[in-house]
């Protein structure tokens, strides 16, 4: 099955600053890459999504790219802010039938005013 | 439009012991998952229905865990017996089809003393 690894666990900015997550993943046939933020206590909510047809997507101060050939996907928070700490989830989705969702492990994001 | 909707929110049982989780989707949504997040960790899937089929029951464990979706629409999660090692969050989610926005509800945080 799919394997999703994420880096780093923890990420510690001061506001302002850039910050970047990056995951991996297993199988080549995987199409579909979201972004889940979660914060303490609450439910995942998706932030932004990523295709295997399109290399880049922005939202604002979110972007996140996907590198197929390499099979690994990032996110990038710009002018990041308190508020955008949080645990923040990548995922990976098989292209066969009714395919499932695969998370990493999560990201801890920490931002300092 | 509403979310998705799950109860109880918070369950303490001894081990040993059953519990029932319920959970109602978002109107609509043909696709719902079950999914457990043990702290720290990523949301892993235990089963996903395709209406009220299942289509992936691969990582869920059967000696013990069951799940329904009568009706293709709400759905029961089930433990007996509970193990110490159960403690999590049991998260529901619902998407419209495969491939798309995957919605969570609150969850179910699920003690076992």
């Known amino acids: 099955g799919e394997n999703v690894e994420q880096h780093p666990s923890t990420l510690s900015v001061q506001e302002g600053d850039s910050a970047v997550i990056k995951c991996t993943y297993s199988d080549s046939a995987s199409n579909y890459f979201p972004w889940y933020k979660q914060e303490l206590g609450k439910r995942p909510q998706l932030i932004i999504d990523?295709?295997?047809?399109?290399g880049e997507k922005k939202d604002q101060r979110i972007a996140v790219t996907l590198n197929k050939t390499a099979k690994h996907f990032s996110l990038h928070i710009t002018e990041t802010q308190p508020e955008d700490s949080a645990v923040y989830f990548c995922?990976?989705?098989?292209?066969?039938?009714?395919?499932?969702?695969?998370f990493g492990k999560g990201t801890m994001l920490l931002v300092s005013p | 439009e509403a979310g998705v909707a799950q109860s109880p929110r918070y369950k303490i049982i001894e081990k040993r012991q059953s519990v029932a989780f319920w959970c109602n989707p978002i109107?609509?949504?043909?696709?719902l998952y079950w999914y457990q997040q043990i702290l720290g960790q990523g949301p892993k899937l235990l089963i996903q229905f395709q209406n009220n089929g299942v289509v992936d029951d691969s990582q869920l464990p059967k000696d013990r865990f069951s799940a329904e979706r009568l009706k293709g629409v709400d759905s029961t999660l089930k433990i007996q017996p509970a193990k110490l090692e159960d403690s999590a969050v049991y998260l529901c989610?619902?998407?419209?089809?495969?491939?798309?926005?995957?919605?969570f509800g609150q969850g179910t945080r699920l003690t076992v003393v």
């Open positions: 990523i295709r295997s047809n399109v």
């Open positions: 995922a990976a989705s098989l292209n066969s039938g009714y395919s499932t969702l695969t």
């Open positions: 109107s609509g949504h043909a696709t």
């Open positions: 989610a619902s998407s419209r089809d495969k491939n798309t926005e995957a919605f």
